[in-house]
């Protein structure tokens, strides 16, 4: 089992910044790759970013690309999500999971953090 518990959200202005958190445990780190997802009310789970267990492999959805950055710590089990230029439309909760390096499937989920973006 991986316990997976977000933090770092909050309301913030367009434009600005926040630094999402995912902190694990339970597992080694090392042996999962990380994504972050987010989602709106009425709308569908929607993919934000990944990177691969060893830290330089990394993919974005056209939407973030340029202003988000996915990063890890395998020393420190944590895997964060540096959001920049936010938009009104970033606003959602954002969930972090983990996949086996191997698998297609994120199989442990974080609770979600909330992000409000205001115009």
């Known amino acids: 089992q991986v316990q997976l518990v977000e933090s770092g959200g909050g309301l913030v202005q367009a434009g600005g910044s926040l630094r999402l958190s995912c902190a694990t445990s339970?597992?080694?780190?090392?042996?999962?790759?990380i994504g972050w997802f987010r989602q709106d009310p009425g709308k569908g789970r929607e993919f934000v970013a990944t990177?691969?267990?060893?830290?330089?492999?990394?993919s974005y959805t056209d939407s973030v690309k340029g202003r988000f950055t996915i990063s890890r710590d395998n020393a420190k089990n944590t895997a964060y999500l540096q959001m920049d230029s936010l938009k009104p439309e970033d606003t959602a909760v954002y969930y972090c999971?983990?996949?086996?390096?191997?698998?297609?499937?994120?199989?442990?989920w974080g609770q979600g953090t909330q992000v409000t973006v205001s115009s």
């Open positions: 339970g597992r080694t780190l090392s042996n999962y790759a």
């Open positions: 999971a983990a996949r086996l390096w191997y698998s297609p499937d994120y199989v442990y």
């Open positions: 990177i691969a267990q060893d830290g330089i492999t990394t």
